[in-house]
C-alpha cells in the first residue's frame, strides 16, 4: 500500500488548512491519502525473435533488427478499427512489407512470465479529520455526504465527497473519502 500524507508548502505534516465542508469554513488537522498496489503477474510477454529473417514474395529482405525501438525497420504497423466492446472501440494490427504493402507476420517469442511483474494502482482511499465551530457540529450528522474541499498548497487544493464517520472531541469530524479525490491547480 502506498501512502500519502499532504503536506503544507514547507514539506510539513498539513496543520491549520483552509477547508470547507459544505461550504462551512473548517481547520483541516490531517489528511491521508492511501493508495493500495496490487502487484501482477504479466504471464509474460512477446518480444521480436532476434533470430527471425524472412524473403516476401517480391524478394524483399526482413529480419529483426537489434535496435530495440525499431526492431522491424522495412515494415510499417497498420490497424484498422475492428468494432466495438463495452463501447470501447477495437483495432487489429498487422505488419507490412514498407515496398510492396504485403502482409508480413515478424515471427516473436514469449519470455517468461515469472520473471515479469507489474505494480498497478488498486483502490484509493482517503480520510480527512477537521475541526468545525462548535456551533457547526450539529449540521453534520453520522453517516451524511458532505463536499470536502481543501486548499493545500498555495496553488492547489483537493476535493471530494466524504461520509462523516465520527464526531469527536466537541467539534473534531472525521471523514471518510467516498469516492475519489481530485487535485486541480488554482490561481
Known sequence: MSRLRITNDQGNPFTNGRVEINGTPAVLCDLRIEVEEIEMPTGGRYVPDPSWVFVDSHDHFHATSLEDDKPYPTLVRQSKGDGFIDGEETFVHWFECRICAEHIEPK???I???NWR???PGPMSWF???MVSPFEIDNFGGADLVSFRAKI???SEVFGIATVHARSGGNMLHLHGNGPIGRRNIA
Do not use: F, I, S
Open 108 to 110: 516473436t517469442m514469449l
Open 112 to 114: 517468461d512470465g515469472g
Open 118 to 120: 507489474r505494480v498497478e
Open 128 to 130: 480527512a479529520e477537521v
Open 153 to 155: 498548497h498555495a496553488k
